[in-house]
Structure formats: C-alpha cells, structure tokens
C-alpha cells in the first residue's frame, strides 16, 4: 500500500532520514519506534508529503506521491498530529473539516453526507455527547480522540498517528489504542503510528520499525525487534526484556543505574 | 436551531443594518438637507438641488464607504486566517502602506496620463503586492514569525512607505501635494462615478472569489502542515488569497486612501458573534465592514460641523484604542 523506496530527505542541508527503503501493506498495524531525534516524524512527514524526499520514492498504491495532489492524497490517508492548536471551534465543527478534501467545494453548506460521516466519526470515538462543547474545553483525552475522529471523517485507508498516547493517563491510552485496534481490524485501516512508548508499541503492533539515527535498524514482529541486544545499542540504556502476562509479548523494563533496584534495600 | 438557519439570520440582520445605515447616511450631512424633505419636495416636483445633494454629493459616499469597508474588512478577515493571526490586517501589515506608496509614485511619475483611469488602482495593487510579499518572504525564511515580530515588521514597513511618500511629497509640486496628503489620511470624497462603481463591482467580486477559499481557510486554522494532510496545497492558497487581499487593498487605498483598523476592528467582533467558521465570517465581515465604515463617515462628516473631518481620522482613533485592547487581552492570556 506504500513503499518507500530508498528515501533520503531532511530539512535543508541536515539529512535526517539516510536511504531507508520500507513497504506498508494494506491491514497492517505497524509502530514505528526509535530514540528522540531518530527520524520518526520525519519518516511520516516524508511519507504525507509535507517535505518532498531528497532522493528516492515514495509511492502509495503504487503511484508517486509527488505527482499526486494533496486533495487526492487526503482522501486516501489521514495524520493525527500533535494536538497543541486550539482552533477555537465546537467539536462536532473540527471533526467536520475532516470532510473538506471529500467534500464538493461550490457546495457551501453541509450536506446530509457531511453531517452524516461526521456523526458516525464521533459515534466511533465515543465524542457524540460532546460534540456542541469548544475543543479548548476537552480534556487531554478527549481532544485527542477529537483529532482522530476528524481523521476518521476523511474516511481513509491508511492512518498515521504521531505519539497519540504522549499526553494521556493510562485508561485514555487503553482506550485510544483499543479503539485503533478495533479499526484496524473491523475497517482494514492500515495503521502506521509512532509511538515513544515500547511497551505499547510491543502489546498492540503487528510489526514495528526501529529507527536509529535516520537508519532503519530493525523491522519485524515485536518479538524480533524489542531484544535485550537491539534495545541496549540503540537506546544505549541497559534494559530487561521480559514476557508480558497475557500477551506473552515483549516487556521492556529500563534499569535504573542510580537505585530501585531491590539489592540495594539489604 | 440549524445551523444554515442561524447564518441566513446574520447576514439578514447584518443587510438590514447596512440599508438602514445607508438610508441614515443618505440623510445627513452639512447641507442639513434630510431624505425626508428630499422626497417630498420631489414628490411635489421641486427640490432639484436637494436631490442632486443626495445623488450626486451623498451617493457616492456612502458606496464608497460600502465598497471600502467591505474590501478592507474582507482583506482583514483574509489575511488573519492565512496568517492564523487575529491582529492583523492591511493596515498594520504595512500592506496599505505599500499601496500608497505606489499611487503617490505613480502620481508623481504620471503614470495616469499613459493609461488612463486604471493607473491609481492598479499602482495601488502593484505597491501592496510588493509589500505582502516582502512580508511573507520574511515570514517564511525564517519559518513563523510570532504575532508580535509580525506586527513589528508591518509597522516598520508601514514607516519606510510613509517616508518614502514624504520624500515624494517634499520633492513634488505644490498642486500635487492636496493629493498625496488625501492618501495618507484617508476620506470618501471621491466623487468620479466611473471609480465608484469600478470599486463596487471589484470589492463584490472579491467576496465572491474569498468564497472559494472558506474551506481552506477553516482548514488552516488547525496549522499549516494539518491543513495540508486535509488536502490543502497551503503555498498556492497562501499566492492567491495574497493576490486577492492586494487588490482589494490597493483599490480602497487608491480610491479613499489609507483608512486604518477597519479589517481589524469588525472581524475581531464578529468572531465573537458568529463564530471562527469562515463560510460565515466572509460575508458578515465584508457587510459589517461596510456599515462600520459608513457610519464612521457620517460621524466624520457632522461630528466637528462646519469642518469636515476624514474618515481615516475616526477609524484611526477608534481602531487604535481597540487594537491596544485586543493586543494587551491577547498578551496576558499568554497567546502571542
């Protein structure tokens, strides 16, 4: 469904991602992981067309999305960004722009479709009771499914998420990833999210991809990336690598170097 | 209440204001002439001068001072969307300045005599254009300049236009000078029907052209890049709508020279009023525009009778006050 072939890009003269070549295919639930300053954002701001690749591809379904306009590209593929804008509107109003790239644009007013998808994006998110309140009055969690909810309006196939749990107390983080497991599985949404938290990415993605100082250092089931060995280099933080109840997927415990560890108490 | 409901009851609202401000407008002045007065003696076949006061000397004003403040409060209201900035507008962005500075060297050159009426308006375009620009380059070399480095530098821009005007001034004759002073005070006394009317249609045309725009401008509200993955190509938007604030501005600026803080006054209260969705805010800010305008001409014209005060003089003070209000609100609420 996408493929990155052999991208290189950055922001002027600072290369950030060197020659990463990688293929998303249609279902899959991918995390995309690595240290600050990796290129993760990078990697999906490449991969949305915000920065053009200063060597290489990008293609999404097999075309170059160079030649393709941003308008066609939003209606294939949604971002949740980092939400730190106050656009200063009624909920049920942010997640109606999520139709703006579908909609006919001579038609002023909004439709029945409009409203329609709109209603059905808040349904999903569990927003529909708060859909006449600003946004500036949500919560943390609630803004965020606020933003996926607009995505979800723009009815993709392929959905980006940067750090979407970053602000979010436990319960919000279950829920938001469990209501993008849901989609991913009911809907067939591919789903590329980057995440900072490795246990997450662990419990919830089917395959991720570790990023190491712009380079892909590693892609595969969590099992084969989140090894004690990989971890420890990239991260360069000696950690613990155990099996997760349940799941049985990895567990990464970091360890401290300055206590917590329970020899010390004796 | 629907939401279609609620717009058309604004912009119902909002035209009969306008109708009543013009009719209110039509019937005052220095002359002490009154609509009323005008109609029966000319229902009674006499008063043919009083007439031809309201045709002839009001008329034109008061379309104007619709055009005008229809096409300044449009551009703000643009501008603050393409910007994501709620403070400025023509006028602090030194784009006014540009356009004056265009027509009084177009004036002093002669370029009006090559081509005729076109010349003032068009001058006026060419010289705010280059100011947007010169802005918007500054503003993304350096990738977002903040509300106040924004503002700072329109001041500044402003300042180097109005001195250049100056230093034109100081080196013109003294019969063009009446003309150039009109263009930094800003008045409606523009009488040539011909510029009225060519000023009416393309302010029209100009809310006409912002609408297929409202979407991207709501878009942008959530932030460039967002706007972008709604399937925005945010530079081309950003080309055009800068094309289209140019003209508007360098129009109203040629026509009734630079009248300050209209595009920001109006679209900072009907934000409040009607909300931030643009599909709305265009229109009532192009009418609302036009009766703020009109009425502050009508103040202009009686307030300080016999003299006639321009109407720059009233926006300015009003404007001002509200802009240092809104400034200071904006600054303690941590938003800049």
Known sequence: ?266 | MSRPFTWALAVGLLVALLLLACLFSLSVGPSGVSLFRAARLWREGAGGTYLSIILDIRLPRVLLGFAVGGGLSLAGVVLQGVFRNPLVEPYTLGVSGGAALGVSASSILGLSRLSGAYAVPLSGFAGALCAIFFLHALSSKKGVLSVQGLLLVGVMVNFICSSIVLLIMSVSRLEDLHGILFWIIGSLGETDWFLVKLALAATVAGLVLSYFFCFDLNALSLGEEEALHLGINVERMKKMLFILTSLLTGLCVSLAGIIGFVGLVVPHFLRLIVGPDHRILLISSFLSGAIFLILSDMVARTVALPIELPVGVVTGIVGGVLFIYALMKKTRAGGV
């Open chain 1, 1 to 266: 469904m996408l493929d990155l072939r052999r991208v290189s890009c950055g922001y002027g003269e600072n290369i950030v991602l060197r020659d990463v070549s990688v293929s998303i295919y249609q279902g899959e639930f991918v995390g995309v992981i690595g240290p600050n300053g990796s290129g993760k954002t990078t990697l999906m701001r490449v991969a949305t067309k915000v920065i053009r690749p200063a060597a290489g591809q990008v293609l999404l379904e097999g075309r170059d999305i160079g030649a393709m306009s941003y308008r066609e590209l939003a209606t294939r593929m949604a971002v949740v960004g980092p939400v730190d804008h106050d656009p200063g509107m009624r909920t049920a109003d942010m997640v109606l722009l999520g139709r703006i790239p579908l909609r006919e644009r001579y038609r002023i007013l909004d439709g029945k479709t409009e409203l329609e998808a709109a209603r059905e994006a808040m349904n999903v998110t569990g927003l529909l009771h708060l859909r006449d309140r600003p946004v500036s009055t949500l919560s943390s969690g609630e803004r965020q499914l606020a933003y996926v909810a607009r995505a979800l309006a723009q009815e993709p196939k392929l959905l980006f998420l940067d750090e979407p749990t970053s602000h979010l107390d436990i319960r919000h983080q279950v829920g938001l990833l469990d209501l993008v497991t849901k989609l991913n599985r009911e809907k067939l949404l591919t789903v590329i999210m980057i995440l900072h938290d490795l246990n997450l990415a662990s419990q919830y993605c089917g395959r991720l991809l570790l990023l190491d100082k712009g380079s892909l250092a590693s892609d595969g089931t969590p099992e084969s990336v989140l090894t004690q060995e990989t971890i420890e280099r990239v991260y360069q933080t000696p950690v613990v690598v155990m099996n997760a109840p349940f799941s049985s997927r990895p567990f990464i415990q970091p360890v401290s170097r300055e206590g917590g560890l329970k020899s010390d108490l004796y």
